[in-house]
């Protein structure tokens, strides 16, 4: 596939240990070109989950790529975040105390270079969310014809009929930053959204994890290190033994949509009150009788089934290449 036909794509991310694996995932994928990194709070601080992209990339030799820093505050300029470090570790990839990086973010923030890079190539750029959706929603800001120059944006978030992760109301992804949510639900723009519902049907056993141990992977390698505290959290958390590949399943999404099948209406986010950072999909077969909130508000994607063992196979094969 040449250079010319690889689609674009930007992963705004929250490193994180599934966001380590979706990264380095993606960088193994011939069907796309990774343009960019966006950097957002979430399973930690904005500042560490930028120390860990370009960590990331260091390991994966890919310094080449750029690293965007972005907000430190949710798009109200709220300061009390909710920080997922008890998921991922304090240093966000499992406490492993890895050095330094010796590379640096860009001076544009994350929402400049999202709408510089959508104004570059319009229509071909797709971003990958992976964390709160705050940068995203300071693009559309930023530049109101974003929604219509980006190509997609594919969100990891939303908890659609089924309870959310972080209480029976809210996934976390959304949870992080709801009014940004609901500003990118409602642009306008291309978006197919993969919550949990999806994602937790997509698990990585012990077996599997016993398999990249023993694969001269490089990337297999290092991302044993970090699972082994995402194990026991998901032990302890779902009484079960394996993990959910929640940001792989939507980075894979991005690579070959075949892999998920999709329903069609308006996503509104709650963004207050007992159920904040509900995601509720009106999939508009019924006429209301009044206009609601939902009315005359553009339709998303929602993700609705997945073939998770092609998910699974893709994400170890990737992986274990070396
Ligand atoms: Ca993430």
């Not at 030799?61 to 991922?88: N, Y």
């Not at 909130?293 to 893709?314: G, I, M, Q, Y």
Request: net charge negative.
């Amino acid at each position: 596939m040449g250079e010319a036909e690889k689609k674009k794509i930007i992963i705004d991310t929250d490193p994180g240990i599934d966001d380590a694996m979706a990264i380095f995932v993606a960088l193994r994928s011939p069907e796309v070109e990774v343009i960019g990194l966006t950097t957002i709070f979430g399973n930690v601080y904005t500042t560490l989950a930028t120390r860990n992209a370009l960590h990331l990339l260091e390991v994966a030799e890919r310094g080449d790529i750029p690293v965007a820093e972005g907000s430190h505050v949710t798009v109200m300029q709220g300061t009390k975040l909710r920080i997922a470090d008890f998921v991922h570790g304090s240093d966000g990839l499992g406490n492993q105390n890895f050095p330094p990086p010796k590379g640096k973010p860009i001076d544009q923030s994350a929402a400049a270079f999202l709408v510089e890079q959508a104004n570059l190539y319009p229509g071909k750029v797709t971003v990958v969310a992976l964390g709160p959706l705050t940068n995203i929603a300071l693009a559309v800001q930023m530049d109101p014809t974003f929604p219509e120059k980006i190509g997609q944006i594919v969100i990891l978030g939303g908890a659609f009929s089924v309870n959310g992760n972080v209480n029976p109301a809210a996934e976390a992804n959304i949870f992080g930053d709801p009014e940004a949510a609901d500003i990118v639900f409602t642009c306008g723009a291309d978006i197919l959204a993969v919550g949990i519902n999806v994602t937790h049907q997509v698990v990585l056993t012990d077996d599997d994890r016993d398999k990249l141990e023993k694969s001269e992977g490089k990337f297999a390698r290092y991302l044993c290190k970090i699972l082994e505290l995402y194990f026991s959290y998901h032990s302890e958390a779902y009484s079960t033994k394996g993990v959910y590949l929640h940001d792989p399943t939507a980075l894979l999404a991005a690579v070959n949509p075949s892999l998920l099948t999709y329903t069609t209406g308006v996503v509104r986010v709650q963004t207050s009150g007992i159920t904040r950072g509900l995601t509720l999909l009106d999939t508009t077969k019924k006429r209301y009788g009044e206009i609601t909130e939902w009315s005359n508000k553009p339709t998303v994607k929602v993700a609705v089934t997945v073939d998770a063992p092609a998910v699974v196979d893709l994400v170890m094969e990737r992986l274990m290449y070396s």
